[in-house]
């Protein structure tokens, strides 16, 4: 049942892989929309983390649908596990499709947080035809871990799938102390750790992610904060110089934290997206 929460914010949901409930947000532009943004968020998140871009992503004209992961927020599945990366992509994939449904002709363009980040690219890479472009931000292609610790997180993934390997720490994501307080303090995230199995898929896919990279050639924008202690800048700067895309735009925050649409100047950041859009997406007269 589609629940309305104002004037144009949508609460609904949709049958995932294995027929898990999968949790959306929605919104719709004041006008008629000139696009539809898909917003993709990462770990220790869920959609509710983007309502404040999708708000403005509205305003500017977009029609906007986010989902929560299986097994985050308001999703079902077992708690921020996920056996194979791609019931990320197919569960993606079917949101998708239903923004196309509502939103015919439109241009599609996939903005990933972080893990959503690495989800996100994976997603435009197999569907580079059909996505207008992509905007990665932060993404978790480099999060500093030696070979050997990868290794073994894939190990352990093998032998004890479910145990619960590594947490991110709230702190890291903003300099804004509100929303680092919101966070401490959001039950949908509390306490939250990521199974092995969920790093180990995490992990693959950026290896694949790694792989394909030279024959990615939809148009980006990655934006990534220079202080972010979540996930290295490096890593995006490697996609910019590596992917094989003629229109693609890297832009480094000086001082910036993990979730950039939730930090200190977040305006600034989402000036910037909305420039890039604008050059791309005409305005409807």
Same mark, same amino acid.
């Given at each position: 049942?589609?629940?309305?929460?104002?004037?144009?914010?949508?609460?609904?949901?949709?049958?995932?892989?294995?027929?898990?409930?999968?949790?959306?947000?929605?919104?719709?532009?004041?006008?008629? !929309?000139?696009?539809?943004?898909?917003?993709?968020?990462? +770990?220790?998140?869920?959609?509710?983390?983007?309502?404040?871009?999708?708000?403005?992503?509205?305003?500017?004209?977009?029609?906007?649908?986010?989902?929560?992961?299986?097994?985050?927020? $308001?999703?079902?599945?077992?708690?921020?596990?996920?056996?194979?990366?791609?019931?990320?992509?197919?569960?993606?994939?079917?949101?998708?499709?239903?923004?196309?449904?509502?939103?015919?002709?439109?241009?599609?363009?996939?903005?990933?947080?972080?893990?959503?980040?690495?989800?996100?690219?994976?997603?435009?890479?197999?569907?580079?035809? *059909?996505?207008?472009?992509?905007?990665?931000?932060?993404?978790?292609? *480099?999060?500093?871990?030696?070979?050997?610790?990868?290794?073994?997180?894939?190990?352990?993934?093998?032998?004890?799938?479910?145990?619960?390997? +590594?947490?991110?720490?709230?702190?890291?994501?903003?300099?804004?102390?509100?929303?680092?307080?919101?966070?401490?303090?959001?039950?949908?995230?509390?306490?939250?750790?990521? !199974?092995?199995?969920?790093?180990?898929?995490?992990?693959?896919?950026? *290896?694949?992610?790694?792989?394909?990279?030279? $024959?990615?050639?939809?148009?980006?924008?990655?934006?990534?904060?220079?202080?972010? $202690?979540?996930?290295?800048?490096?890593?995006?700067?490697?996609?910019?110089?590596?992917?094989?895309?003629?229109?693609?735009?890297?832009?480094?925050?000086?001082?910036? +934290?993990?979730?950039?649409?939730?930090?200190?100047?977040?305006?600034?950041?989402?000036? *910037?997206?909305?420039?890039?859009?604008?050059?791309?997406?005409?305005?409807?007269?």
């Amino acid at each position: 049942m589609t629940k309305p929460q104002n004037d144009s914010m949508t609460e609904d949901s949709f049958e995932g892989v294995g027929t898990l409930k999968i949790f959306v947000r929605s919104w719709r532009p004041a006008g008629k !929309p000139r696009g539809t943004m898909i917003l993709i968020h990462g +770990f220790n998140a869920h959609s509710g983390y983007m309502v404040w871009p999708a708000e403005q992503l509205a305003a500017a004209g977009f029609s906007v649908f986010a989902l929560d992961l299986r097994g985050r927020g $308001k999703s079902e599945g077992e708690r921020f596990y996920v056996e194979k990366f791609s019931d990320y992509l197919e569960d993606v994939d079917k949101l998708v499709g239903i923004a196309r449904a509502k939103n015919p002709g439109l241009p599609v363009y996939v903005l990933g947080h972080s893990a959503g980040g690495v989800i996100a690219s994976s997603y435009v890479f197999e569907h580079q035809k *059909d996505i207008a472009g992509l905007i990665c931000e932060s993404f978790a292609f *480099d999060v500093g871990l030696p070979d050997a610790v990868s290794l073994l997180l894939k190990g352990i993934s093998h032998l004890t799938p479910h145990l619960h390997v +590594f947490a991110l720490k709230n702190a890291d994501f903003s300099r804004d102390p509100q929303a680092v307080e919101t966070m401490n303090h959001d039950a949908l995230i509390g306490k939250e750790s990521q !199974p092995a199995e969920t790093a180990a898929e995490m992990l693959k896919a950026a *290896d694949r992610l790694k792989e394909n990279m030279p $024959k990615f050639s939809a148009p980006v924008l990655i934006i990534h904060g220079t202080a972010d $202690k979540a996930t290295r800048p490096a890593g995006s700067q490697y996609f910019y110089d590596t992917a094989a895309s003629t229109d693609k735009t890297l832009k480094l925050y000086q001082g910036h +934290f993990h979730d950039l649409l939730n930090d200190v100047d977040k305006q600034v950041v989402m000036a *910037d997206i909305q420039g890039w859009l604008d050059a791309r997406v005409p305005f409807v007269v």
